[in-house]
């Protein structure tokens, strides 16, 4: 059962990610009980005859390192604690599916904003999310 008090923001690097985590932090500044849950998913990339598994995972882990960095900066400088959590996959599917994993109330995310003709032929992270979560997204 999803609790109010656990929030999962995924984090992509981006400034507009970053900004949803910043709104987290503050909250938690007035609500000391919450449990933050701070996401990274990679992309999975397929291996091929001249890129091996182990060059793959390399990759997706400075990836991951580099996209948390400032998001790790924030937590530490606002002494908050949080969980880290890295994934590999599809990111709409895999957002919804660890925020019900780890029974949390509430998904904080930024937006890129793809604009509108991109967003409507690809589909945003966001939408996806949105589609598929059983709890609020902020």
């Keep these: 059962m999803p609790d109010g008090n656990r929030l999962l923001v995924p984090i992509d690097g981006s400034d507009h990610s970053l900004r949803a985590l910043a709104h987290v ?4 500044a007035s609500h000391r009980q919450l449990q933050i849950f701070v996401l990274n998913v990679q992309l999975p990339l397929p291996p091929s005859l001249y890129v091996t598994r182990s060059t793959i995972a390399d990759h997706h882990k400075a990836k991951s390192k580099e996209d948390l960095a400032r998001a790790l900066r924030m937590l530490h400088r606002k ?3 949080a969980e880290i959590l890295v994934r590999v996959s599809e990111p ?8 019900r994993q780890k029974h949390c109330g509430e998904i ?3 937006s890129r904003g793809l604009g509108n003709l991109k967003s409507l032929i690809l589909g945003s992270v966001t939408t996806k999310v949105i589609h598929a979560a059983r709890v609020p997204v902020t």
């Design 25 to 28: 932090i503050k909250r938690a």
């Design 108 to 110: 904080v995310l930024g």
């Design 92 to 99: 709409g599917k895999t957002i919804a599916q660890v925020a």
């Design 79 to 81: 002494a908050v604690k």
